[in-house]
Structure formats: structure tokens, C-alpha cells
């Protein structure tokens, strides 16, 4: 998934309010972050096999360290762990670390069964939802709208950076998705493995919008 798991992010501001929405997307996309720095590292492989599935040509055959569920876990405890340790806010620590869980559960649902249990070998699962391109975009394209609602109705714009810069980030999300469903495959592995570093600045964006924005309805 992509927009799938932004839409966990904005949806979970309503039970963290005091966390940025900045946080809350890295949370739900760390392993994501993580997995192209794996792979330019050689700890992790991916292979380009258009046709591998309908909705993308990646054949995810070795990540476990990234995506395997045991080690979700351990992103999710240092993920919201070090949140706690910097900011004290019990519920966004806990929402943090949900939504690195949150990561694989999805991946689960959309992946065919290349998802580790275990990182060091062990059963694969999932359920496949990439087999169908339309199937996959009415989950995705409905999760995102709805948790764009969700967001959009309990936060409100102090300013146009606040009303703008939401609305616009949420369009170029949407633009990126259908980019990456529509377009060619990905040139290279290592043209994979930048954007992990790059995709850094992306978390950027909601950060700053977010603090144009004040929470209306708890």
C-alpha cells in the first residue's frame, strides 16, 4: 500500500491529537523508510519482475529485517519508545507504535504471501489484494477519503499555510499514487534505494502544515 497507509496516519490523529501529523505518517511508513537504505546496504533484496503481481512489478523475496512481523514489533517499540522518551505523551506513543504495526497488517492484506513471519526464515503470508488493480485502488483510494474526512473534520486551518498546504500535499499523495500505478517500473534497485533518504523530506511537508492547524474536536 501508500496512500492506504497515510490514511492510518491522518486517521489516528483523532486518537493523538497533541502529535504532529508529520509523526504519525513516518510512524506508518518506517519500515518503508528503512527498507531502501537495506537494500543500497545489501541486507535486503528486491527483484524487478513486471507482472510479479498486477498492481507492481516487485518481487519482494528477501526483507525480513524491514518487514518480517517480529521485528515490527521492535520498530514499533523503538519507534514509540523514543517518542515517549522525547515528548511524554503516553497516547501518541502508543498510536506510534500501533502504527508501525499497522505497516505489515496492510501489507498483509495487499501482498501475495511474501511477508515474514520471522526474520530469519519461517512462513510467509498474505493475502494477495495486488493480484487486482481495481480491487486494490476502491480499498486504497476509500481508506484515504475517508481518513482525509476524519482529519479535515477534526482539525481546522489558523491560516492558508494550514488550509493550502493540507489540501495540496493530499493532491500530490493522490498524484504520486496514481503515478506509481500507472507508470513504468522502477528504472533500477539502487534508483529503489534513494528513496528512502529522499522520502524523508516528503514527512517534511505535513509537519509544517500541521502547525497551522488546530484540533477542533477531540
Known amino acids: 500500500m501508500f496512500i492506504g497507509h497515510f490514511a492510518v496516519a491522518l486517521a489516528a490523529k483523532k486518537l493523538a491529537p497533541k502529535t504532529s501529523l508529520g509523526t504519525l505518517m ?4 518506517f519500515v518503508d523508510v528503512l527498507w531502501p537504505i537495506f537494500l ?5 533484496h528486491v527483484r524487478i519482475e513486471p507482472g510479479n503481481t498486477a498492481f507492481t512489478p516487485l ?3 528477501d526483507y525480513p529485517i524491514s518487514h518480517s512481523l517480529l521485528t515490527g514489533f521492535g520498530w514499533a517499540a523503538l519507534f514509540g519508545g523514543l517518542y515517549y522518551a522525547v515528548r511524554r505523551y503516553r497516547p501518541g506513543a502508543i498510536v506510534l507504535a500501533l502504527g508501525v504495526l499497522s505497516h ?3 501489507d ?8 515474514p513471519l520471522l526474520p530469519n526464515g519461517g512462513p510467509k503470508v498474505g493475502l494477495g489484494l495486488w493480484n487486482s488493480i481495481p480491487a486494490t485502488m476502491v480499498v486504497e483510494i476509500t481508506m484515504f477519503l ?9 482539525t481546522r486551518a489558523k491560516d492558508r499555510i494550514g488550509s ?3 489540501w495540496i500535499f493530499m493532491a500530490m499523495l493522490m498524484m504520486t499514487y496514481f503515478a506509481n500505478v500507472f507508470g513504468p517500473p522502477p528504472p533500477s534497485v539502487e534508483a529503489i534505494g534513494i528513496t528512502g533518504p529522499l522520502s ?14 488546530t484540533v477542533s474536536k477531540l
Open 146 to 154: 475517508a481518513a482525509i474526512w476524519v482529519y479535515a473534520r477534526m
Open 59 to 61: 518481487d519482494f523475496y
Open 108 to 115: 498483509f492484506v495487499t501482498h501475495r504471501p511474501d511477508m
Open 40 to 44: 543500497l546496504l545489501g541486507w535486503e
Open 104 to 106: 505489515w497488517a496492510l
Open 200 to 213: 524523508l523530506l516528503l514527512f517534511a511537508i505535513p509537519y509544517w502544515f500541521d502547525q497551522h492547524r
Open 26 to 29: 513516518l510512524s506508518t511508513s
Open 164 to 166: 493550502w498546504g493540507f
